[in-house]
T-cell receptor, first 115, second 113 residues
């Protein structure tokens, strides 16, 4: 079974620039999550999708971050404009259904450096 | 919000030694999970615990779900160099929109051959 695919693996941008990350979940997984992992911390949820609808975006800084999952499969996360404190690894995860740990799988992440 | 306190922050041990780490929470969880993360990779699930008091093993790893549902520990027996990595505890609550994991800050394990 293919895992959660993310791209790019690394990205370096200047502050105030824009950046987008892409995630393709495991086939058949209805729930998709974006997490932010700052160096030395555990991952923190940014947004959760169930199919193509947003379930929880309470921790997403909506003034600069946006995410979509238009067809209920792959998803993009965008930051515009980026700040220095956005430097982190952005992890995508998917699971078979909401609230289930079964099959809950993380991708390898995108490491973002804002300079 | 919910927070998990994980300790110790880091451990430096000799190959063959046993390791113990724990996690406490200010609130209860329905499920406790332990993950391992290696450099450049996402967290990988090691053990999932679903019931208060449950003790579960996975090879050399043993984890327990505390009776109060507010804590968990992970033991690694007879450590080997490939155990090196960061170990995270995470809590999960079922129901409604609470499908996201709450993570601790991690325990960084170094094993000296």
């Amino acid at each position: 079974e293919a895992g959660v695919a993310q791209s790019p693996r690394y990205k370096i941008i200047e502050k105030r620039q824009s950046v987008a990350f892409w995630c393709n979940p495991i086939s058949g997984h209805a729930t998709l999550y974006w997490y932010q992992q700052i160096l030395g911390q555990g991952p923190k949820l940014l947004i959760q999708f169930q199919n193509n609808g947003v379930v929880d975006d309470s921790q997403l800084p909506k003034d600069r971050f946006s995410a979509e999952r238009l067809k209920g499969v792959d998803s993009t996360l965008k930051i515009q404009p980026a700040k220095l404190e956005d430097s982190a690894v952005y992890l995508c995860a998917s699971s078979m259904r909401e609230g289930s740990v079964y099959g809950y799988t993380f991708g390898s992440g995108t490491r973002l450096t804002v300079v | 919000g919910q927070q998990l306190n994980q300790s110790p922050q880091s451990m430096f041990i000799q190959e063959g030694e046993d390791v113990s780490m724990n996690c406490t929470s200010s609130s209860i969880f329905n499920t406790w999970l332990w993950y391992k993360q290696e450099p450049g990779e996402g967290p990988v699930l090691l053990i999932a615990l679903y019931k208060a008091g449950e003790l579960t093993s996975n090879g050399r790893l043993t984890a327990q779900f505390g009776i109060t549902r507010k804590d968990s520990f992970l033991n690694i027996s007879a450590s080997i160099p490939s155990d090196v990595g960061i170990y995270f505890c995470a809590g999960l609550n079922y129901g409604g929109s609470q499908g996201n994991l709450i993570f601790g800050k991690g325990t960084k394990l170094s094993v000296k051959p």
